[in-house]
């Protein structure tokens, strides 16, 4: 089996025949990279001890600036995207911008000739600051991470002695270059092992699919939002036998997941587990339900101290050796997750701080105290119940919790990846604390399942006396008492209102007795989908009677009493 | 608006369980990413998947192609149009 080459040696020990990647269904050389990096060399002005920001869809076109900025003695900065806000944010750390940044001039984006000048290549230090990655912290503040030089070799290293695949096995990948697992695991091992890699990524599975058919046999390094979403219509037989082994990343797959996507792929799901800061750290591979723990990677050690929990290893910084996670120990080199000790959560695979988007959200001046979560329907989604100040309340009246949340969301948009944005909101009027004045994430929750909606969005509950209650309800468009009553003009019928009244009365005031009848009951006006009404009950215990009124700006909507048995 | 155009609308709401938005809002010629519905990359994964299992259609591998049928409602449908014309 063939050995690693160290990427600090790269450039001085691969063999100029070799093939590297295929671009375009056409094979790039080592010889053609290094031309590419010694015309680059030429072209920009680089200088000992700088940092370039470097953003490229394609792989070897990234790999060629950074093997040119690394010659020269500079650091890559490896940013997630190349959008205006990352370009503003990196411009007073970075002296300038390689790739595809549309925002600057001048552009470094292609060479279309090549040096015929004698290489001559000069071996990387181990110390040497080779890239910077970024992530974001506690605080949602993209932060820096530095990668030396013997950080990314002794990481390779460690991933071959785990997994050492055959060389002969095409890299199709569903994951970019720019965040540190495709970065690691696509690119820069593929390149160590002499393993062939496509240039560009995949989207869809049709791509993994039809790219897959055109060899015999791949390795394919993916995540769980594009293994969960296999399309299994295809014919995935037809690849039986050349999927060497997937591997993903970025979140746990679900079990069910795993064994859908071994399924359709006829290979091992195997995922890494890691983060930017510590690189990969563990692996598993749920094959059985009873192997769902992690196993450390060669040359990593856990252990738990007082600070929590370390992993230690060569490839690991000494600043980022304290796990975010919460740990349970199985054996010396086992372990289960559960979850994270701070509140950065993952969507789809990308990381969110809930604490961020709640101060983005807070700071709007209709919002006096927002709550972030996810939620999980088709996809994850994250959800924002949030409590209206006056201002808020108001603009709800004149437009509607449609126009606010359009409009929130908006202003979210400069700060948060499309992913991340909310998909679902609920305005109340105060969050609902329990009786510990504590906010359960299950009262979270409920807020956001869409069963059939039978009740009101409760708003608020308010106890006036010991016999009167008054509760404002805001009344969704979704009820399925609206579906057929009317048609055209959808109105709350009055058997509902009673019905909530009643269930209400129950809820506060503890009566067990059957309904018997109803008395002066009167609908002045009709409640329509997506107001706010009051719901007034007044309970006569001695008489069993229900008094209800349901008001709104608007006036008197309905009124009567229930009486009970 | 069309039958097939008011389908696929319906069809993307239903798929994404999208809650802020009904079949008559989405303009048939505004983006479907990014700029106007607001839909991302796992979306693309979710609608793509939809289309193949309500009208049968798979997709090629050329990302860039599969960018351009995604681009608008008009744009879907023409995808539908086309697939049911040749099959």
């Not at chain 1, 375009?24 to 920009?44: D, P, R, Y």
């Not at chain 1, 949602?140 to 991470?145: M, N, Q, S, T, V």
């Not at chain 1, 785990?162 to 390149?191: A, M, N």
Request: with cysteine; net charge negative.
């Amino acid at each position: 089996m063939k050995k690693l080459t160290p990427l600090s040696r790269w450039l001085l020990d691969v063999a100029g025949d070799q093939p590297i990647a295929i671009m375009n269904e056409t094979i790039i050389t080592k010889e053609q990279i290094s031309e590419k990096v010694a015309m680059w060399q030429t072209i920009l002005p680089l200088s000992s001890g700088q940092k370039w920001a470097v953003y490229h869809s394609d792989a070897i076109e990234f790999f060629t600036l950074i093997l040119a900025l690394w010659q020269s003695d500079c650091t890559a900065c490896v940013p997630g995207d190349n959008c205006t806000a990352t370009v503003e944010r990196l411009k007073t750390s970075v002296t300038g911008f390689l790739g595809e940044f549309e925002q600057v001039s001048p552009q470094y984006k292609h060479i279309e000739q090549v040096t015929n000048q004698p290489f001559s290549w000069v071996e990387i230090e181990r110390s040497f600051p080779a890239i910077e990655v970024y992530t974001s912290g506690s605080t949602g503040e993209p932060k820096p991470i530095k990668k030396s030089m013997a950080q990314i070799d002794d990481e390779l290293c460690s991933i071959e002695e785990l997994w050492s695949f055959s060389e002969r096995s095409i890299v199709l990948s569903t994951v970019t270059h720019q965040h540190l697992f495709g970065l690691t695991f696509r690119l820069f091992w593929s390149l160590a092992k002499g393993r062939l890699l496509l240039t560009k990524h995949s989207a869809f599975s049709e791509d993994i699919y039809h790219l897959a058919s055109q060899y015999d046999q791949f390795i394919l390094i993916s995540t769980p939002a594009h293994l969960k979403r296999l399309n299994h219509q295809l014919d995935w037989s037809n690849l039986q036998g050349k999927c060497e082994a997937t591997i993903s990343s970025a979140a746990p797959l679900q079990y069910e997941d795993s064994l859908y996507a071994a399924k359709l792929l006829h290979a091992p799901i195997l995922e890494i587990y890691g983060s930017s800061e510590t690189g990969a750290v563990a692996w598993r591979n749920q094959a059985k339900v009873e192997t769902d723990y992690w196993t450390l990677l060669p040359n990593i050690t856990l252990d738990e101290t007082d600070k929590g929990f370390i992993v230690k290893g060569p490839h690991i910084a000494a600043e980022h050796q304290t796990l975010s996670d919460n740990i349970e120990c199985l054996s010396a080199n086992s372990f289960r997750l559960h979850g994270r000790t701070d509140r950065i959560v993952k969507v789809e695979g990308k990381r969110l701080s809930l604490s961020k988007m709640e101060k983005c959200l807070e700071q709007s001046t209709w919002i006096t105290l927002a709550r972030a979560l996810v939620v999980t329907k088709k996809r994850e989604e994250v959800a924002i119940v949030a409590e209206l100040n006056d201002k808020g309340r108001e603009l709800v009246q004149q437009h509607s919790q449609k126009w606010l949340a359009a409009q929130l969301k908006e202003s979210l948009k400069t700060s948060f990846e499309l992913v991340l944005l909310p998909r679902r909101w609920r305005f109340v009027n105060t969050l609902p604390y329990n009786q510990q004045g504590k906010l359960p994430m299950e009262s979270l929750q409920a807020l956001f399942e869409t069963t059939e909606v039978k009740w009101p969005q409760e708003l608020a509950r308010t106890h006036i006396d010991d016999n009167t209650w008054r509760f404002s309800f805001y009344v969704p468009k979704e009820l399925i008492y609206f579906d057929g009553h009317f048609e055209a003009n959808p109105i709350l019928p009055g058997i509902a209102q009673t019905h909530w009244a009643q269930h209400y009365g129950r809820e506060v005031f503890a009566f067990e007795g059957r309904f018997n009848r109803l008395e002066a009951v009167k609908f002045q006006s009709v409640i329509f989908p997506d107001s706010e009404v009051t719901l007034e009950l007044e309970y006569n215990p001695f008489k069993g009677k229900l008094t209800f009124q349901y008001i709104s700006k608007k006036g008197v909507h309905s009124s009567g009493r229930i009486c009970f048995e | 608006m069309t039958n097939l155009k008011l389908e696929l609308k319906n069809m993307i709401i239903d798929t994404l369980e999208l809650e802020d938005i009904s079949a008559d809002e989405i303009i048939d010629s505004e983006p479907l990413f990014v700029d106007g519905l607001g839909l991302d990359s796992i979306d693309a994964l979710e609608i793509g998947l939809a289309l193949q299992k309500k009208y049968g259609i798979k997709l090629k591998a050329d990302a860039k192609e599969t960018h351009a049928h995604f681009a608008s409602i008009n744009a879907l449908a023409a995808l539908v149009e086309s697939y049911k014309e040749t099959n």
